[in-house]
Each structure stands twice: as structure tokens, then as C-alpha cells.
């Protein structure tokens, strides 16, 4: 069974880091592609971007709002995705979610997380 | 201002057919798959449609999904009470290089 489990959320004042963690188990990590999607609270969903997997040299796209002060990354070996987060704004205030594309071949997210709350304020 | 446009909202009464519209434009619904997604109260989105018009093992045959030109349509037929949920659709945008999501439309079963 695909598990995603998300956590490094919290409290950040403007301007500052965070470091989200997504924890996967049930498949091969390293086959997938991964995406982070956010959701502001009452707002609809917003992609953040993506990690293509080993076979495609893990290269990664952003959406414009986070390009240049997000950073994706993953580690085959622990399962795990990343999202380094700097100069937060408020408006980076979302739950943010991982999702593993729908298989290999349709790269889309298939599954999801529960999400972590990243709340930027001072 | 979402890249893809939703209604912001829909309604039914149980065993009716509602229809969820999702426009696009030549980047994404008119050259790349439609996704939908549904979102129930509290939780994370769960996939619905991929493909335009497949279903995911375990979701409903009242689900279905259509593409044609630049727009895209989602169906439920034999509303239910359980079906009550935000519902988003999302495609590859090639000009942007990067996923989009239409603004979402919340379902209200009367």
C-alpha cells in the first residue's frame, strides 16, 4: 500500500526556512515521480512543483510563485522527498502536501499525503 | 485567477446527474490530460478521473470524465449524500512549464 506521511511544519516568522519532510513506503521511491502541492487555508489547490525520478536524472520543475526560493529534493536511499523552503512570505501560509504520480508511465499525483501546516507569521 | 476555470459551485438531489466544467486553452486541456480530484471536508484530494477519462480502481462507475478541445467535463450521475465535496481539475501546462488546477468547485448535495 502507497504511504506518504509529511511533517517539518510549524510556526516561521517572514523571511525565514523550513525544511518538509515526506516520508514514502509501499513502493519503489526511486521509479516515481513527486510533486508538492499547497492549499491555502479556504483556498483551492496550488501545484508548487515536481522531482522526476532516477531514470529521468531527478530533475525538477517550480511553479513561478516559489522558483528561486524553493528547492525540491529527495533521497532514493531513506525513501524520502524534501522541500526546503527560504524566504517565506505569509502568503507561503498552506498545508502543503506530497504526492507519487499515478504510475509510471502518467505522471500526474495519483497519491497523496495528509499534509503539514506551514504558517508564516510574525 | 486560476489557469484552468471552475464554477465556483454546483448542486444536485440524491440520484440526479451533475456536470462539473473545467476551460482550459491550447497549453494544457487542449494538448495534455485532464485530472480530477476530489477533496471531501478535512481531508486530502483523492484522485478521481486520470487521462481525461479513466478511472482509478475503486472509484465509482457514476464518475466519469470528458475531454474535447480546450474544455473538459466531469459527470456524476446517482448523486449521494457522501458525494458532497470540493472538486478540482488539473492539467500539464506547457507554456508554463509546470501543473495547474482549476479554481475548484464545491458540490452541495440538497
Known amino acids: 500500500e502507497v504511504q506518504l506521511v509529511e511533517s517539518g511544519g510549524g510556526l516561521v516568522q517572514p523571511g525565514g526556512s523550513l525544511r518538509l519532510s515526506c516520508a514514502a513506503s509501499?513502493?519503489?521511491?526511486?521509479?516515481?515521480?513527486m510533486d508538492w502541492v499547497r492549499q491555502a487555508p479556504g483556498k483551492g489547490l496550488e501545484w508548487v512543483g515536481r522531482?522526476?525520478?532516477?531514470?529521468?536524472?531527478?530533475?525538477?520543475d517550480y511553479a513561478a510563485s516559489v522558483r528561486g526560493r524553493f528547492t525540491i529534493s529527495r533521497d532514493d536511499s531513506k525513501n524520502s522527498l524534501f522541500l526546503h523552503m527560504n524566504s517565506l512570505k505569509t502568503e507561503d501560509t498552506a498545508v502543503y502536501y506530497c504526492?507519487?504520480?499515478?504510475?509510471?508511465?502518467?505522471?500526474?499525483?495519483?497519491?497523496w499525503g495528509q499534509g503539514t501546516l506551514v504558517t508564516v507569521s510574525s | 485567477q486560476s489557469v484552468l476555470t471552475q464554477p465556483p459551485s454546483a448542486s444536485g438531489t440524491p440520484g440526479q446527474r451533475v456536470t462539473i466544467s473545467c476551460s482550459g486553452s491550447?497549453?494544457?486541456?487542449?494538448?495534455?490530460?485532464v485530472y480530477w480530484y476530489q477533496q471531501l471536508p478535512g481531508t486530502a484530494p483523492k484522485l478521481l478521473i486520470y487521462?481525461?477519462?479513466q478511472r482509478p480502481s475503486g472509484v465509482p462507475d457514476r464518475f466519469s470524465g470528458s475531454q474535447s478541445g480546450t474544455s473538459a467535463s466531469l459527470a456524476i450521475s446517482g448523486l449521494r449524500s457522501e458525494d458532497e465535496a470540493d472538486y478540482y481539475c488539473?492539467?500539464?501546462?506547457?507554456?508554463?512549464?509546470?501543473?495547474?488546477f482549476g479554481g475548484g468547485t464545491k458540490l452541495t448535495v440538497l
Open positions: 487521462r481525461n477519462d
Open positions: 509501499g513502493f519503489t521511491f526511486s521509479d516515481h515521480y
Open positions: 522531482t522526476r525520478d532516477k531514470a529521468n536524472s531527478y530533475t525538477t
Open positions: 504526492a507519487r504520480d499515478i504510475d509510471t508511465g502518467t505522471h500526474a499525483p495519483g497519491y
Open positions: 491550447r497549453s494544457n486541456i487542449g494538448s495534455k490530460f
Open positions: 488539473a492539467a500539464w501546462d506547457d507554456s508554463l512549464s509546470g501543473r495547474v
